[in-house]
């Protein structure tokens, strides 16, 4: 029998070129969940597609942005990333900016779709550092019925993983909030993933080189597993990882990923109806 994993692409509404991806790997059915930069200035052209695409089963999640500045969206608050880990770690962040700036985008995600987000995590990951999870999670409370919670993107490698390529950044992950963070969730019962796989310093040749990254992770899966991937149609100008991005998708779209899944005995599916609860 199969294992069923996650494949979940970030950012969507910064560039048509990612949002182009989205849907063409949703529709090949090589994707189960993407996550919307919501201030981004590609979200209104592709409304009625995401909408369509959610109605025939994607999932669609906030992306919690701090770190990347959007012209003309308001209470951004943006800061660098570095700035983000050291006030977190220092206890110095200012809990009613935070919540000011998740209100907003959680609000303005429900006023674009006409429903809350299937599910939580954050742009560079800041959703799960100190101080920061537990506000993100005090509002989501406060904006979702205990029967209606979403689920909320944890870091934690899966148990028993080995030969992870690498693997220090993921552990980075963790000691920058991922075990407290997951802690949390389970003591407030909010859903979360089984396992956290796809990190890595974007820093692939080719799309042969990233299938081999990926051969690992898919080695490693477990099921209810996430992976993370950040796949556009081309290459995306002004984007740090811009580059990286059609290796991923080329690999994601081929006949080849389907061959590794099948080799791993793995399938994609909707994360929100096999989490953990």
């Not at 994993?5 to 560039?15: P, S, W």
Request: charge should be negative; charged fraction near 15%.
């Amino acid at each position: 029998m199969k294992k069923v994993i996650q494949l979940c692409a970030d950012d969507f509404g910064q560039d048509p070129l990612i949002n182009e991806a989205v849907f063409t790997l949703f529709y090949q059915q090589r994707l189960s969940a993407t996550s919307v930069l919501i201030d981004g200035p590609h979200v209104a052209s592709s409304v009625f597609a995401l909408q369509t695409a959610h109605n025939d089963g994607l999932e669609v999640g906030l992306h919690f942005n701090l770190t990347l500045a959007f012209p003309q969206a308001a209470l951004q608050n943006i800061k660098p990333l570095h700035q983000w880990i050291l006030l977190s770690q220092l206890g110095l962040l200012n809990p009613v900016e935070i919540e000011k700036a998740f209100h907003c985008q959680l609000t303005k995600f429900e006023d674009t779709y006409g429903f809350l987000p299937d599910y939580i995590d954050g742009h560079q990951h800041v959703h799960q550092f100190p101080g920061l999870g537990k506000i993100i999670v005090s509002e989501i409370l406060k904006h979702y019925s205990s029967r209606s919670l979403p689920w909320i993107r944890n870091t934690l490698r899966p148990i028993n993983t080995h030969n992870i390529p690498q693997v220090s950044k993921a552990i980075v992950l963790e000691l920058l909030g991922g075990k407290s963070f997951y802690a949390l969730l389970n003591t407030t019962n909010i859903p979360t993933n089984s396992g956290f796989l796809g990190v890595y310093g974007f820093n692939m040749e080719n799309e042969t080189s990233y299938r081999k990254m990926m051969h690992a992770w898919l080695i490693n899966a477990q099921s209810q597993t996430l992976i993370m991937c950040h796949p556009a149609a081309k290459l995306v100008n002004d984007d740090a990882i811009g580059s990286q991005r059609p290796f991923e998708f080329n690999y994601l779209s081929s006949n080849a990923f389907q061959e590794d899944l099948d080799m791993h005995q793995l399938t994609i599916s909707k994360i929100k109806s096999s989490v953990e609860q």
